[in-house]
């Protein structure tokens, strides 16, 4: 008999603020949590706006040890497991802890240590490079640090698959306990790179927004005036269990984890697939996977970066996978308000879906001025709506043509 994976608990620091309440308050309010970069003078660059994370104090959840060691998203990744785990309620001790593992997702690990100590060794030379520097950045420390915090020495792995990066591991760690081979997992990912280097690039890939002067409505998906996306950071965890052991011991359980769908465009190293082909291949699996046909969903949290080619790439498979009833859909993009977490976004996104189901209320696009003509969905426009969904679908696409899709259901089922 197959098992059967719920969602127990949630944690999350974002653009929007530090906590899952703070951040849903927010995306349901419709606020953006864009504006000018503040972590370093961004002024030689076309964009100098991101979604920084404002209100977060690393102090709150690690020593001063640690927070000298690591990398800053590995602050936000550890936050975020502390909240979800506190959340869940779930005890992970010598008796369980070879059935609890990790597996999170990063775009890029920790650039902002690279940077500094890249830095260091120009300036001052090799001996003042700290022996702390390799393990305090690279992206396999954020599960690593997460297992050694709470005792999980079940699976542990980091996922590096650019922006689906979150996706893919909330989906590997659904696959797990669904096959037996875990029991629960604390799952998601982390990115913080709003730094010189990562800025410089993607503005040379000229694919920020540059509507520098006014931040808050720069991101914008599906929407015709739309330049470029808009850097994020932070962290989004989630707690997945079998769903008998969360049954028995109590816990309260925000949606259950139905389907999981992967797949690679084989196109471009950055631009995805004009017909949307992977994401339609991605989409279709996790439907398949999840026995379900195209109208039993009733919501997707949308990639939705705000760059014209992704919003229309993943208009266009949307409307191939899901027919006619796409327009009966509900779709809508919380980068929008958060900007686009890169490794990160998956995670955030996903309690976003997750909390659409459990609270019945769907997060706004905002920013949503004029129609593009050819992005003709529901995007659910400024004003969050109350709705009861039953099924929704979270989607990530990143460079290199990897995709990833995870389907939700409501819980219990409505």
């Not at 027919?323 to 919380?334: E, M, P």
């Not at 929704?392 to 995870?406: Q, R």
Request: proline residues 5%.
């Amino acid at each position: 008999m197959t098992r059967r994976v719920v969602v127990t608990g949630l944690g999350m620091v974002s653009p929007l603020g530090t906590g899952v309440e703070k951040n849903w308050e927010a995306a349901c309010a419709g606020v953006s949590g864009i504006g000018p970069i503040t972590k370093f003078d961004a002024s030689p660059f076309t964009s100098r706006i991101a979604g920084e994370v404002r209100d977060f104090r690393s102090s709150d959840f690690m020593d001063k040890q640690q927070i000298r060691r690591f990398d800053i998203f590995i602050h936000y990744a550890v936050a975020s497991a502390r909240m979800a785990v506190e959340d869940s309620g779930l005890r992970i001790d010598a008796g369980n802890g070879h059935r609890v593992g990790c597996i999170t997702g990063s775009g890029l690990g920790g650039l902002s240590m690279l940077e500094h100590y890249h830095q260091v060794l120009l300036e001052k030379g090799p001996r003042r490079i700290s022996p702390f520097f390799i393990p305090g950045m690279i992206a396999n420390m954020a599960p690593g640090q997460i297992a050694i915090e709470f005792g999980a020495r079940g699976p542990n792995l980091s996922i590096e698959t650019a922006c689906a990066a979150s996706t893919h591991a909330v989906g590997e760690a659904f696959r797990l306990i669904r096959e037996g081979i875990a029991d629960a997992m604390i799952t998601g990912g982390a990115e913080a790179v709003v730094t010189p280097l990562a800025l410089g690039g993607f503005c040379n890939m000229k694919a920020l927004s540059t509507r520098n002067d006014a931040p808050e409505k720069a991101s914008r998906p599906f929407e015709r005036d739309r330049d470029g996306f808009v850097m994020g950071e932070g962290a989004g965890i989630l707690i997945l269990e079998e769903l008998e052991q969360a049954l028995e011991r109590g816990a309260r359980i925000y949606a259950e984890v139905i389907g999981y769908g992967l797949s690679g465009d084989a196109y471009h190293v950055s631009a995805p697939d004009p017909k949307g082909e992977g994401a339609i291949l991605c989409m279709k699996t996790a439907l398949d996977y999840a026995g379900l046909k195209p109208e039993d969903v009733d919501y997707i949290n949308a990639h939705g970066t705000s760059t014209v080619l992704n919003d229309l790439s993943e208009n266009r498979a949307i409307k191939a996978v899901f027919g006619d009833h796409a327009y009966r859909l509900a779709v809508s993009s919380t980068k929008s308000m958060t900007g686009h977490l890169l490794g990160g976004a998956g995670g955030v996104e996903a309690i976003f879906t997750v909390l659409t189901l459990h609270n019945g209320i769907i997060p706004p696009t905002i920013n949503y001025e004029t129609p593009d003509p050819d992005c003709d969905l529901d995007y659910v426009p400024n004003t969050a709506r109350n709705s009861e969904v039953k099924v929704a679908m979270s989607n990530s696409f990143g460079f290199g043509g990897t995709n990833a899709s995870l389907l939700f259901k409501a819980y219990p089922s409505k």
